[in-house]
Structure formats: C-alpha cells, structure tokens
C-alpha cells in the first residue's frame, strides 16, 4: 500500500473486516447503531420521549417540533462516526449520550438503571475518542486522528 493510500485509510473509511477485528472499528459500529437507532426514533417524534423535554420545562408542542430535528442531527453523528469520526463529533457524541442518560436519570422520571444502562451511549464515543488521542492543538479537534 502506498503512502497516500495508508494515511486515507487511517482518516476515513476501516475495510470490512477492520469493522469488526478492530477496537477501533467496533466503537464506530456500536456509535453508529446508537445513534442511528435513536435518530430515527427521534425523526419520528417518539412520544415517549416528551417527558424528558417536560423535566426540564419544554412543552409537549417544543419535544414534537424539536425531535426531527434531534433525529436529523444523530443520523449525521451515526455517519460521521462510522466513515468519518473527527474528534469534535466524538465529543459530542459523548456530551450528548451522556446527557440523555442524565435525562433518564437524576433530571428526569426514571429510576437509576435507566441511566446505567446507556452508559454505552456516552462512554463508546469517549473510549473512540481516547482511543484516537486528546486534541493538543484547536484543529485537531477537526481531525479524525
């Protein structure tokens, strides 16, 4: 394999058996299947979610306005994480999973175990994002490693 061919590889796309030989390739799998499964759920405006809208004082008409718009926003995560994973995504993918299980629990109605059990939404993308090296510069936050 060439230079220019080895440094595409590592930036964007893993080979098929990389996706699921890899740590690397399985975080994107796991991102990619929480975010896209919660984004289409979101792109429907699941009714079950506009208590947690409600926990924090948004109405029923916001949570049904908002959620396609939640749902289009994690597709993309799912994407970009998959073919794509800059740091920036990654730490948002992470800031946003963790902050859905907090609305699960202790902001919201649910008992504890709703939280505990999405740490995978949150952690995957932190453990991709670790895995791939803290930024030390701005840019690098733009950069997938």
């Known amino acids: 394999m060439n230079k220019i061919a080895k440094k595409k590889s590592k930036k964007c796309c893993l080979s098929l058996k990389e996706y699921f030989t890899t740590a690397e390739g399985i975080l994107r799998l796991g991102i990619f299947g929480s975010f896209l499964g919660h984004g289409m759920f979101a792109l429907g405006a699941k009714a079950g979610w506009f208590k947690y809208f409600a926990a924090v004082g948004l109405t029923d008409s916001f949570a049904q306005t908002w959620l396609p718009v939640i749902g289009a926003m994690d597709i993309v995560v799912a994407v970009l994480a998959l073919f794509w994973p800059i ?3 990654l730490a948002w993918a992470a ?3 963790l902050w859905t299980a907090l ?3 202790p902001v919201g109605p649910d008992p504890i175990w709703d939280f505990v059990e ?4 949150w952690a995957a993308p932190l453990a991709l994002l670790a895995l791939h090296g803290w930024p030390k510069k701005a840019r690098d936050w733009l950069r997938v490693k």
């Not at 999405?118 to 939404?121: D, F, G, K, V």
């Open 87 to 89: 740091r920036i995504v």
């Open 95 to 97: 800031a946003w999973g």
């Open 103 to 105: 609305l699960r629990w």
């Open 118 to 121: 999405r740490s995978a939404n």
